[in-house]
């Protein structure tokens, strides 16, 4: 399941309540972010303690803004709140779960 977030205090709420969070930034007029879509929500049944949620960006500029997001999509990944990985772009299921593994490992 993938949640979509529409506030910045739900955001950081999120971030405080969950050990390991992977947040997709998105676009709703942007192609690559549709495409991705559906691949964020096969991640988020396979990848088991993970929090999966979405950000609009075009809602909450806020947060596009303070982590320097520059390109849609941009999936960041959080473990114990901080920032361990940013990922840009499509990528297939088996490239994004190895990213998001990758950023959860981080110590």
Known sequence: MVYQIKTEAE???FL??????VCDIYASWCGPCQMLAPVLTDASNL??????IKVDSDELFEIAN???ITAVPTVLVFKNGQL??????Y??????A??????LAKK
């Open 16 to 21: 405080r309540e969950n050990e390991n969070v």
């Open 47 to 52: 990848i088991k303690n993970v929090t999966f």
């Open 91 to 96: 990528h297939t299921l088996p490239d994004l």
């Open 66 to 68: 303070r982590f320097d």
């Open 11 to 13: 955001f950081e709420q």
């Open 98 to 103: 190895k990213e998001i593994n990758a950023g």
């Open 84 to 89: 361990t990985r940013e990922i840009t772009g």
